[in-house]
């Protein structure tokens, strides 16, 4: 499978006229390496294909490995918490189930996951990586879902020009493929794919509703390459633009298939003036995530998650968790907007 290149080039925008998809991606296993694709089908309303389709539970998590299903991405194992799984490439064969896994550019294990006993020595593996864990973490196959941040069928995508934008206002590089999209395209304006929120856009012959942003966790802050926690992007939004949000998340309206080079249309969106920017009071009495970063506003509370405006964060259930990443009410810290 040919690599997919990213385009890193500032001055492309200036010089192409016609936005383009320039990078397609699946991630097999939550947390692991990801495969670059030239060309997918996809179908509406479906989430990308293989996409998350397995994921390794973490020792002593309330998941059923009998029955997986869906569940906050704390219960897994994931980039967010465990960065030395970066430190290996993972290739997973979908039709045949295969894996490999390679260091330092050589295989270090080969799995057949129809097999107990591959599976059982690919989860030692993945232990030997991360030996602060009690046990092997366990491997779970989604039946007909996935284990993707998310719980419905959304698509991520990353402009490539947003992230050239942080580039040049941080003063670094920035590897598109921390922020692990399903698509990449370049040739539009930064910040442009927020201005999009509730339209629809066409890749290639495919139409999607740009559903919503994507709020960045600490994942992001890995190197994708060499596993170091380098960065700290979501607390560098919050910052600068008073959001930790990033690329966007697409509902497939159609069936199709999409290839790299496919262009971009955007039907006339209205374009909002300084979305990017536009700094969000943070009300006081709030608390922020330490894992994800995700705030909670007792003036809003989590009406969806049964706890009314209002709220005091000292009055909610200790077994409580991140909405967004699943992790303990204990993370959470005070947040002065700084």
């Known amino acids: 499978m040919a690599p997919t290149t990213l385009s890193r080039n500032p001055e492309r925008m200036a010089s192409e006229q016609t936005a383009v998809v320039s990078g397609l991606y699946r991630y097999p296993v939550k947390g692991l390496s990801p495969q670059p694709l030239a060309h997918v089908a996809l179908q509406a309303s479906q989430p990308f294909p293989a996409d998350r389709v397995y994921a390794l539970a973490r020792p002593g998590a309330p998941v059923d490995a009998a029955d997986p299903k869906w569940a906050k991405k704390g219960m897994f194992i994931m980039l967010m918490l ?57 491997l779970l196959a989604s039946r007909g879902g996935h284990f993707m941040d998310k719980p419905d069928n959304v698509i991520s995508l990353i402009n490539l020009a947003t992230v050239r934008s ?8 920035i590897d598109p493929l921390r922020f692990r999209a399903n698509i990449y395209i ?5 910040w442009q794919e927020f201005d999009w929120i509730g339209s629809n856009i066409s890749l290639g012959a495919m139409s999607f509703r740009v559903d919503r942003r994507n709020g960045r966790c600490g994942a992001t802050n890995v190197d994708p390459k060499t596993g170091a926690r380098d960065m700290n992007i979501p607390q560098a939004l919050r910052r600068d633009f008073g959001h930790k949000d990033l690329g966007v998340y697409l509902v497939a309206n159609t069936s199709g298939s999409l290839t ?79």
């Open 166 to 173: 942080l580039e040049q206002q941080w003063g670094c590089k």
């Open 260 to 338: 790299v080079g496919d262009a971009v249309t955007t039907h006339g969106a209205q374009t909002a003036e300084s979305i990017s920017g536009a700094a969000t009071a943070v009300m006081p009495h709030s608390f922020m995530c330490r894992g994800c970063f995700y705030i909670y506003d007792e003036s809003k509370g989590v009406p969806q998650h049964s706890i009314s405006p209002g709220t005091a964060f000292s009055a909610i259930p200790g077994d409580w968790r991140c909405p967004d990443c699943g992790t303990d009410k204990t993370s959470f810290r005070p947040y002065t907007g700084e």
């Open 82 to 138: 465990d960065e030395a799984l970066a430190t290996v490439t993972t290739d997973l064969d979908v039709a045949t189930r295969r894996m490999t896994v390679t260091k330092d550019g050589q295989p270090i294990a080969k799995s057949d996951f129809d097999n107990t006993g591959d599976r059982d020595a690919f989860e030692k593996v993945i232990w030997g990586l991360l030996p602060a864990l009690p046990a092997p973490p366990t």
């Open 186 to 190: 370049d040739g539009v304006a930064p």
